[in-house]
């Protein structure tokens, strides 16, 4: 299994619409998760921090399940300026040691 | 400057060529991160520094990668004896306490 597994999409949804994105990891020590924006051909930033059980930040909703070992990205009333790869980012140890990227999910979203 | 700041942008090589690609971190940061990406792919962890210890050097792909951080700041990542398969995008990242992650614009290596 990998560290850190993200559905590669693309997701193709309308404006306005809900789209969510999961990322499994593999490490059970884990304890803070993160979310990366990154738009064509350019370094990846970051969009939410995910500490405990979520997060949220207007349109965008992050949520952790340790049982399942999953974090979610949801994103409401999608725009045309959403459409990028989204990177979930985990530490391999307990801190921020070694932080291990998703190899992202693509989102498009068209008019 | 405020942000991350990588040099050069943009690296033509011959196969076989040593390489270096420098990084200036936030001042303050005391993480720093190199990754890598090839194109269309995610990002491959390289090497972590943190402050004073021995750098997480596990990520580097072959002894001809190498890395040094002087002083606590700047950062150079070596590439020798480049080959084709060396070229990606060289992305490093300084961390501030909380974990996040800020990025340079990146080194585009392109070995020919």
């Known amino acids: 299994r990998k560290e850190v597994e993200q559905d590669p999409g693309p997701f193709n949804v309308p404006e306005g619409a809900t789209v969510a994105f999961n990322c499994t990891y593999s490490?059970?020590?884990?304890?803070?998760f993160f979310w990366y924006r990154q738009d064509c051909r350019k370094e990846p930033k970051l969009l939410m921090s995910v500490y405990s059980s979520g997060n949220e930040d207007g349109r965008f909703t992050a949520q952790l399940n340790r049982a399942s070992q999953y974090i979610s990205l949801l994103i409401r009333d999608s725009k045309l300026s959403d459409s990028a790869t989204y990177l979930c980012v985990v530490p391999r140890s307990g801190g921020y040691n070694k932080l291990i990227f998703g190899a992202g999910t693509r989102l498009a979203v068209h008019p | 400057g405020a942000g991350v700041s990588q040099s050069p942008s943009n690296k033509v090589t011959e196969k076989g060529k040593d390489v270096e690609l420098r990084c200036d971190p936030i001042s303050g940061h005391t993480a720093l991160y190199w990754y890598r990406q090839s194109l269309g792919q995610g990002l491959e962890f390289l090497i972590y520094?943190?402050?004073?210890?021995?750098?997480?050097k596990s990520g580097l792909p072959s002894d001809r990668f190498s890395a040094e951080r002087t002083g606590g700041s700047v950062s150079t990542l070596t590439i020798q004896r480049t080959q084709q398969e060396d070229s990606a995008v060289y992305l490093c990242a300084s961390r501030t306490g909380t974990g996040e992650l800020f990025f340079g614009e990146g080194s585009r290596l392109t070995v020919l």
């Open positions: 490490n059970s020590a884990s304890q803070s």
């Open positions: 520094f943190q402050g004073n210890s021995a750098p997480d």
